[in-house]
């Protein structure tokens, strides 16, 4: 039985950094025509990668506030 190989899910940091490369080049103006709709799609590719990171980052966040507003909400109602 072989193991599979768990590819490492790249960061915000690496996919925000790509998306950032690839706008300075789009933006110098001198990219040609094919490699423009190749970085395109790679770019919305990119953002939908990091919309996907932030909506799970807030949702943890969201998560673990609440669960420490409840906490303090129990303690609140234990003291009194």
Same mark, same amino acid.
């Given at each position: 039985?072989? @193991?599979?190989?768990?590819?490492?899910?790249?960061?915000?940091? *690496?996919?925000?950094?790509?998306? *950032?490369?690839?706008?300075? *080049?789009?933006?110098?103006g001198e990219i040609d025509?094919?490699a423009l709709s190749d970085?395109?799609?790679? @770019?919305?590719?990119?953002?939908?990668?990091?919309?996907?990171?932030?909506? @799970?980052?807030?949702?943890?966040?969201?998560?673990?506030? &609440?669960?420490?507003?409840?906490?303090?909400?129990?303690? @609140?109602? &234990? *003291?009194?």
């Amino acid at each position: 039985m072989t @193991a599979k190989k768990k590819t490492k899910e790249p960061t915000y940091a *690496e996919l925000s950094g790509e998306l *950032e490369t690839i706008l300075d *080049e789009i933006e110098s103006g001198e990219i040609d025509l094919d490699a423009l709709s190749d970085k395109v799609e790679r @770019a919305a590719t990119l953002l939908g990668q990091c919309r996907k990171k932030l909506s @799970a980052t807030e949702t943890k966040v969201k998560k673990v506030t &609440e669960d420490l507003q409840q906490t303090v909400t129990d303690d @609140a109602d &234990e *003291e009194e």
